[in-house]
């Protein structure tokens, strides 16, 4: 059975930094494409990056430059590193992964959102001003 299980989320004041763990039982993960996203209340969801298997990156636009994915196939885990946090960066983060064959590729898009990707049950950030 596939579980990801995130943690490391918490209250952080504005500039400081926070690091998401997500551990992964997937069978094939030397071929996944992994990902983050997040979703604040009555938001959408907001992707934010992706790493696929050979170590290429992905950012969203308001996670570059900020926040570092990164992940650990010996561990089977998952990272994001998030510095210089702000109060718009307050919402529920998921981890969530896709087999490359059924996504076609690798993509922030294509990560999060696959109806036949997996995704944990998210890791509350709250970033006070």
């Known amino acids: 059975q596939v579980e990801l299980v995130e943690s490391g989320g918490g209250s952080v004041q504005s500039g400081g930094s926070l690091t998401l763990s997500c551990a992964m039982s997937?069978?094939?993960?030397?071929?996944?494409?992994r990902g983050w996203f997040r979703q604040a209340p009555g938001a959408e969801r907001e992707g934010l990056a992706a790493?696929?298997?050979?170590?290429?990156?992905m950012y969203s636009t308001s996670a570059k430059g900020r926040f570092t994915i990164s992940r650990d196939n010996a561990k089977n885990e998952l990272y994001l590193q998030m510095n210089s946090q702000r109060p718009e960066d307050t919402a529920m983060y998921y981890c969530?992964?896709?087999?490359?064959?059924?996504?076609?590729?690798?993509?922030?898009?294509?990560?999060?959102?696959?109806?036949?990707?997996?995704r944990g049950q998210g890791t509350q950030v709250t970033v006070s001003s």
């Open positions: 969530a992964a896709v087999r490359k064959e059924v996504a076609v590729g690798c993509s922030i898009v294509k990560v999060t959102t696959n109806p036949f990707g997996y």
């Open positions: 997937i069978l094939t993960h030397s071929r996944d494409c």
């Open positions: 790493i696929d298997s050979d170590g290429t990156t």
